[in-house]
């Protein structure tokens, strides 16, 4: 580390400078679980009670094996979700170390009570706007307390119950389970739901898919699709409402579900030759991954259509990357497919042609330096404030995943070039800590030191500055 | 200008020849001053064509080879060079006079075309009288050479963009169609590729003059189109004018493609075998030149290797996928009121197999009253390590009648393993789960494995109390079994090393360790199997990033909350029990 700078803002030295993101357990702003989907628009973006990915804060996804999907990526007994996040409940929360001292070692900061649990959208229904007044509207309501009790039973009889009363499958689907889902990620980021209710809630959701009626067999397909979910991407459960509906709707599809390295995603088109590779994203720092797959099975001859938070609330980043089709929704998807299918790649594309930008190599220089970045920052931060060293194993756990986290999205925005990736992730943590207690404050020493170690940088110093900025007009 | 050595002829402003010199008139024997110059061999210099200085350049790059290949007979380099006709012949509508040669063409630029087979630059001197002298030169070989050199320059792109394209996909399938509508789209106006006979039908993939492609297995047999099934056994192609348009057979045409001019049968060579065969059809009036005729058998042998390599690579997938699936670790369901949950990441990306293995077994014991989940690792990584899990797990499927005695089934095992040629060890951990009411009953017994973890309702974790030896080096094995009870909503998991071993974190090289796993499970309580699983396997992925990492393997088994009799597989709605 270099020279060592007071804070920017000039609020007296608090007990625990960086309390931050950094110790709130479920706080993390990797908000991996729903990230800020794109450009600050996560919050704006709508989210559609059927996304393909969850648009903008959804939580995730999970998903157990579906029929005839073989097991890639090693998860056979069970896709998964994950959301990167800060470990839940054991640590307590991070307001309550600023506020109360150290605190116990157990129980979520629900429990505690720290905070007054703030909705992370204030103004946004409770269920998928997209459906609100739909038939399913009820149903869905139902299935969402069963999900929150975690009663897998009443979930699947509800299920059951609703196929019975007529809902024809798509609409429990998309109109039902889908917008149960999307409440669960809104649920998360008030802070009215630990990540373990988050998991046990996705794999109720996905037996409850599970239960569908199948399509029956015809023999005649409208053709041949391949979804997947990005490497290192675990919400399974948008691309999952993908494969039911294209399924429902008469299309062959493989499910390969969450987290599919690229190798397997090649062999698995070479093998089977589909019409169309659909690939899922929500987590924006699984952007360059996700480009390293959309050349991959375009290089294999085959069309990619993108969909999830990741691309972006207009799927500006799936342009971006060179993907042939975007589609916001799971229906729209289908649409798509059915109406535009995908043309055959181009044939001269090159992945660097995508993005002129990463000649200044501050991409690669940069992501490179990772890990490095994080233990710089993580070691400024206790210089700067000596009480984090007090801190607990577990606590500076946390804070070096935040930091992580940041140096993830910063890594992600300099690779497509798009501030607005970076500053809408830092609004959203720190909305997503202002919902769980914590003061905002704690994110731009992160910031300055960061950008002490990256003066050299222009496109990225310019990031962190922008970074900065959108806080301090948040806060 | 008589004895310029170059045929000069003068033409007057009103169009008509005043002069020429006496090598126009060798060149043009019947040319007569006072010709209207649209009735002469010149009557290009009306069209004021321009020539380029690059003869070669005057196509579109649109245009399509098979046009252009047309060409390289040097009769129909006039055709080419003069649209409007050699020789007078069906010249262009007559323009008058004043249009003869546009004013600004009559100062320095040249025209380009064609006197009697041979291809002329036309140069212009302004005559003081509005005449014109116009120079011809000829550039018949130079043109015919560029010609050439575009051609072959063509001709080496398709086969560079042919081999990319068919080079990216191993997929039989595709492969064949896109030989079709690449050699529809270049060679012929319709093409069809037979794969090579398998029974009494004939695979047929055809992309039609509209570029549609459809593939049918015909009921025919190779010798009712004539060289195909010589073509099919690997033979050289047969020469396209021996063979009788008339006698394609009707499922060989297209719809709505009219008559067949002109066809060619090729052979697809590939490994060793013909790959198949190509046909190519073209219309009347366009038959094919030898050039072309050599030239789609270039175009052949690259389909060829692509189609063979294809069909490689299928060949040995499908083998592989054979003999992996019993490789692969099972999808778990639950099983007799039993939640079983699992997860595998083998340690190369690309891999999806290695030495970590787990198995759950209903009907286990003498009595087959109890469900055994196995889980273990063999010493070591990748294809050797998952051969020996598939021993092993076939020798335990064997003693599921002991089940009821684990230290026995690990003795036993141990003995099959010192006396297989493998010199690699296991640990592994043995479950065995039988249903008491809404309670269940573990015996656990590690073998040299680390013991498994209960996570209870309270969210503490504990840690079974099992130890034992390795299998498959001693001689001598011994293990402790215990019993545990799982109340509703409480999980016991099972895991490899490849999980406590990770190394990464935030900061970089740290383990994930058995302490952090156990904080992480106590988050888990009361949470189904597979919600279990996804944490701890979404927690340890993480944590290693993009590091290099062990195989990992979980298995969770967990007592379901409230007092279901559940479905069997888990799909099905629940029923409450009265």
């Not at chain 1, 007054?116 to 869905?140: E, I, T, V």
């Not at chain 2, 001693?474 to 019993?483: A, P, Y």
Request: charge should be negative; aromatic fraction near 4%; glycine fraction near 12%.
């Amino acid at each position: 580390m270099t020279a060592h700078s007071e804070p920017p803002d000039d609020s007296p030295p608090s007990p625990c400078p960086w309390p931050g993101p950094g110790v709130d357990t479920e706080a993390a702003p990797g908000g991996a679980a729903c990230p800020p989907g794109t450009a600050g628009a996560g919050r704006g973006g709508g989210p559609g009670a059927d996304r393909f990915a969850p648009g903008g804060g959804s939580g995730g996804a999970g998903a157990t094996v579906c029929g005839g999907s073989e097991p890639v990526a090693g998860a056979p007994g069970g896709g998964a979700r994950a959301d990167g996040l800060a470990p839940g409940s054991a640590v307590g929360s991070a307001g309550a170390v600023l506020t109360d001292g150290p605190g116990p070692d157990t129980g979520t900061a629900r429990d505690r009570g720290t905070a007054p649990p703030a909705p992370f959208r204030p103004g946004a229904p409770p269920l998928g706007q997209d459906h609100s007044d739909g038939p399913a509207r009820s149903w869905a309501d139902r299935l969402w307390k069963a999900v929150e009790a975690a009663d897998e039973y009443a979930a699947l009889d509800l299920v059951a119950q609703a196929l019975e009363a007529g809902l024809d499958a798509e609409t429990v689907l998309l109109e039902m389970i889908g917008p149960v889902q999307q409440r669960v990620g809104t649920e998360w980021a008030a802070n009215r739901m630990s990540v373990a209710d988050e998991h046990a809630a996705t794999a109720i959701n996905d037996r409850a898919i599970s239960a569908l009626p199948r399509p029956p067999r015809t023999g005649r397909t409208l053709g041949r699709v391949t979804v997947a979910c990005v490497d290192g991407e675990w919400h399974a459960l948008p691309a999952r409402l993908l494969a039911e509906t294209l399924r429902l709707r008469g299309w062959q599809v493989d499910y390969l579900g969450a987290h599919v390295p690229g190798p397997h995603l090649v062999a698995h088109i070479h093998r089977t030759g589909p019409d169309t590779v659909a690939l899922s994203s929500s987590l924006p720092t699984r952007l360059p991954t996700a480009h390293a797959a959309i050349t991959a099975c375009q290089g294999a001859g085959v069309p990619v259509m993108a969909g999830g938070a990741a691309f972006g609330p207009d799927g500006r980043y799936a342009r971006l990357l060179g993907a042939d089709a975007w589609a916001p929704d799971a229906r729209a998807a289908a649409e798509r497919l059915l109406h535009r299918p995908p043309a055959r790649p181009r044939r001269d594309h090159r992945p660097g042609d995508d993005l002129p930008h990463l000649k200044d190599q501050e991409y690669t220089l940069v992501a490179r330096a990772h890990r490095q970045l994080v233990r710089a920052v993580f070691h400024g931060l206790e210089e700067r404030f000596p009480a984090m060293r007090e801190y607990r194993e577990a606590q500076r756990e946390r804070t070096a995943e935040d930091i992580d986290h940041i140096v993830g999205f910063l890594v992600a925005a300099l690779y497509v070039d798009d501030p607005l990736l970076f500053t809408g992730f830092l609004t959203w943590t720190a909305e997503i800590l202002t919902a769980r207690g914590v003061p905002a404050r704690s994110l731009p020493p992160a910031l300055d030191l960061l950008e002490e170690q990256l003066r050299d940088f222009p496109r990225t110093s310019a990031l962190l500055r922008d970074g900065r900025a959108a806080l301090l007009t948040c806060s | 200008m008589a004895a310029a050595p170059y045929p000069v002829v003068v033409v007057g402003a009103e169009g008509r020849v005043q002069e020429l010199n006496d090598a126009a008139g060798l060149l043009m024997p019947s040319l007569r001053p006072d010709d209207a110059l649209e009735t002469t061999p010149l009557a290009w210099l009306l069209d004021g064509r321009e020539d380029p200085g690059d003869p070669g350049d005057r196509r579109g790059p649109e245009d399509r080879l098979n046009r252009q290949d047309r060409r390289d007979d040097p009769d129909r380099v006039a055709a080419a060079g003069a649209p409007a006709g050699e020789a007078g012949e069906g010249a262009g509508p007559p323009r008058s006079a004043g249009e003869a040669v546009p004013a600004g063409l009559a100062g320095t630029v040249g025209l380009a075309g064609t006197v009697g087979g041979r291809s002329f630059s036309a140069r212009p001197t302004p005559l003081d009288d509005g005449a014109t002298a116009w120079w011809l030169v000829e550039d018949t070989d130079l043109r015919r050479a560029t010609d050439d050199l575009r051609l072959e320059r063509e001709r080496t792109r398709l086969l560079v963009e042919a081999s990319s394209r068919l080079l990216s996909s191993l997929n039989p399938e595709r492969c064949t169609r896109l030989t079709a509508e690449l050699a529809a789209q270049y060679l012929a106006d319709a093409a069809i590729v037979v794969a090579p006979v398998s029974g009494r039908r004939l695979p047929v993939t055809v992309c039609d003059h509209e570029g549609r492609v459809t593939t049918t297995a015909v009921r025919a047999v190779p010798e009712a189109v004539p060289g195909l099934a010589e073509a099919l056994r690997g033979f050289p192609p047969m020469p396209s004018r021996w063979l009788d348009p008339e006698s394609a057979p009707d499922w060989l045409v297209p719809e709505g493609f009219g008559r067949v001019g002109s066809l060619v049968v090729t052979s697809l060579p590939g490994h060793g075998v013909a790959a198949g065969a190509l046909i190519l059809l073209r219309r009347r009036g366009a038959a094919f030149t030898e050039s072309e005729e050599s030239f789609a058998g270039l175009f052949a042998g690259r389909a060829g290797t692509a189609l063979a390599a294809a069909r490689l690579y299928a060949e040995q997938s499908a083998l592989a996928d054979t003999l992996m699936r019993e490789l692969l670790p099972p999808v778990l369901h639950q099983v007799e009121g039993v939640e079983f949950a699992g997860a595998y990441r083998p340690s190369g990306d690309a891999e999806r197999i290695g030495g970590d293995f787990y198995d759950v077994h209903p009907a286990a014991g003498p009595d087959e009253d109890e469900t055994l989940a196995v889980l273990g690792d063999v010493c070591g990584k990748g294809l050797e390590a998952a051969v020996l899990t598939g021993r092993i797990r076939n020798t335990l499927h064997a003693l599921l009648p002991l089940a009821d005695d684990h230290g026995r089934v690990v003795k036993l095992l141990n003995n099959a393993m010192l006396s297989s040629h493998h010199t690699r060890f296991a640990t592994l951990v043995l479950a065995s789960v039988r249903r008491r009411g809404a309670h269940l009953a573990l015996r656990l017994t590690s073998a040299g494995h680390p013991p498994p973890l209960i996570v209870r309702r309270d969210g503490s974790v504990e840690e079974a109390d099992t130890r034992g030896s390795i299998v498959g080096a001693l001689h001598e094995v011994h293990t402790r079994t215990v019993t545990a009870t799982l109340a509703p909503g409480e999980t016991c998991l099972l895991y490899t090393d490849g999980i406590t071993e990770a190394k990464g974190g935030p900061l970089g090289g740290v383990m994930f360790g058995e302490e952090r796993l156990k904080r992480a499970l106590g988050e888990c309580r009361g949470m189904p199997a597979e919600a279990v699983i996804e944490r701890v396997q979404v927690l340890a992925s993480d944590w290693v990033g993009d590091g290099r990492h062990d195989d990992m393997a979980l298995v969770a088994i967990t007592a379901p909350r409230g007092a279901h009799l559940t479905a069997v597989d888990g799909t099905g709605p629940g029923r409450y029990t009265p």
